[in-house]
Each structure stands twice: as structure tokens, then as C-alpha cells.
């Protein structure tokens, strides 16, 4: 049995690596007044020119059910014989995980897909993700449950945060108040988001410019854990501050991250994150 590896658009993963090691993905949607697009579909910039002649943000919508059949219908008709390990976008804060079940129920053959809820969104996600194909690679004799499994336990160990650079998207998603966002922005405050099982959690505010942020997230990010120094994954908005990008770079080198995936925001994160937004993932012991 061949284990093929899935997830949604919004794992992050570049496309090259996604074909490079096999992982197929399903398309989250941006929505407009006039029109709906999968994810990374249009330039990032679209979006950012709609909220700057509106003042609103598309909206996103999670993969369907149908969409989720069709998308495991057609992987097994290609290769009669393989099986599915999905690994999903979290269930905390997306249907997405509830549409990919009952997706699954109405595929030709669900006994040969598994799912795994990530508990996490973005560079976490495709930490993860990139977890299972390297687990599939080291232990190719594995059936789907023994490797779900392996996955499974992953998921507590799996940490991700993220930094918006400005709140104005998060203000037009009513995701924070405009006055909350306005006072965040002349106090040039940026709030930290930390991803607990599956859920976006405001834990920290940081003052000055990305640059300066970045060293205070590292640090905490770093405090208190042990990580699997491998592999660290960042990613980040277009239009984030190629002077913060190297400091993290650098940072994160100086911490004794051997891999470091630095990884564009696709447009659905883009949309929740904003412009400039930065973050990062990686594994603990």
C-alpha cells in the first residue's frame, strides 16, 4: 500500500516542495463581491489593493465536503491501491476538519483515508505536514493507522506564534475592535498570537517597529522548551521588512536551527494575518 500525503492550500507549503515530496493539496477560497478564487490562485496583491479601494477585507471559505470527496475520489482512482493520511487544518478554528469527515463518509472507499486534525494553521500546519512525509520516508512499511500514529503524536509537541505587523485587516475581519486597532497602532503596539490546541490566543504585546519585535519573539518562543533543532519554519505576509526577515534569520541560526524554511503567506493566511504579518514553527523534544 502507498501512504499518500494530503492537506489544505493553507498549510503554506510551497507548491515545489508540495509536488517535490509528494503532498497533495485541496484549495481553501478567497471571496469578493463579484467573484471567488481558490487560495493562491491570484497574486497576494489583489488583496491588498481591494481593502485599499474598500476598506474591507474578501472573505475566506473553508473547503467543502463535496470538494473533499471529489479530492480523495480522484487520488484513488488514479492509484487504486494507495491510501490517504490527512493531515487537516485545525478544528478549533475552521469547519474545514468537520467538512473533510463528512467528505470522507461520502468517498468511494473511506476505509482507505485517514484523518489527523494538525491543531494548528499556516507554518504550523505544514510543519506538521512535512512531519508525516518524513515519517513516511523512515518508516515506509507502515500501514495508514500505524502512520497516522506517528503523526498523532506530533500534535502536543508542534509549536507555532505569529506576529500581525499592523491591524487593520484584523479590525475589517471584526476580528479586533477599530478603536482597539487604532490605539494598538499609535502606541505602535504589535500583539503576539499564539496557536493553543488549535486556537488563536492573543498572549503578548510588542512596542516598535518588526525589526525590533523580532528579538523578543524569538526569545520567547525559545523560553522554557526544548526543540528539535532540524527543522524551524517562518513565514511571512508580503510586505514584511527584509531587515526583520534577516534578524530572525540570523537569530534563529544563532540558536542552532540547522534547516530554516522561510515561507510566503498564501492568501488566505494573508487575509487573516494582514500585510507584513511574520511567524514561526518547530518541534519540540
Request: with cysteine.
Amino acid at each position: 500500500m502507498k501512504i499518500r500525503i494530503t492537506t489544505e492550500s493553507s498549510c503554506d507549503i510551497p507548491a515545489a516542495l508540495c509536488a517535490a515530496q509528494g503532498i497533495r493539496t485541496v484549495p481553501f477560497s478567497v471571496s469578493f463581491p463579484d467573484r471567488s478564487v481558490y487560495d493562491n490562485s491570484i497574486p497576494v496583491e489583489e488583496i491588498f489593493a481591494f481593502f485599499e479601494r474598500t476598506h474591507t477585507i474578501p472573505k475566506t471559505s473553508a473547503v467543502n465536503p463535496d470538494q473533499y470527496t471529489g479530492f480523495w475520489d480522484a487520488i484513488l482512482d488514479e492509484d487504486p491501491d494507495a491510501a490517504i493520511l490527512h493531515v487537516g487544518y485545525s478544528s478549533a478554528c475552521s469547519c474545514s476538519f468537520q467538512n473533510s469527515r463528512i467528505g470522507r463518509e461520502d468517498c468511494k472507499r473511506p476505509e482507505r483515508i485517514r484523518l489527523v486534525d494538525s491543531l494548528n494553521v499556516s507554518c504550523g500546519l505544514g510543519n506538521l505536514v512535512r512531519k508525516a512525509a518524513q515519517l513516511l520516508n523512515a518508516y515506509p512499511d507502515d500501514d495508514l493507522d500505524t502512520l497516522a500514529g506517528r503523526v498523532e503524536a506530533f500534535v502536543d509537541k508542534t509549536r507555532m506564534m505569529f506576529v500581525p505587523d499592523r491591524l487593520d485587516f484584523l479590525a475589517a475581519g471584526g476580528r479586533v475592535s477599530n478603536a482597539a486597532a487604532l490605539g494598538a497602532t499609535l502606541l505602535r503596539l504589535k500583539p503576539r498570537i499564539d496557536i493553543v490546541r488549535g486556537e488563536l490566543i492573543a498572549a503578548k504585546k510588542y512596542r516598535g517597529t518588526m525589526s525590533k519585535v523580532i528579538p523578543h519573539l524569538i526569545a520567547d518562543f525559545l523560553k522554557g522548551r526544548r526543540f528539535d533543532l532540524s527543522d524551524v519554519y517562518m513565514i511571512h505576509a508580503a510586505g514584511a521588512a527584509q531587515e526583520a526577515l534577516e534578524r530572525m534569520r540570523e537569530l534563529l541560526r544563532g540558536h542552532g536551527f540547522q534547516n530554516i524554511h522561510d515561507w510566503d503567506l498564501g492568501c488566505v493566511m494573508t487575509v487573516h494575518g494582514g500585510k507584513g504579518a511574520v511567524g514561526l514553527s518547530a518541534t519540540e523534544i
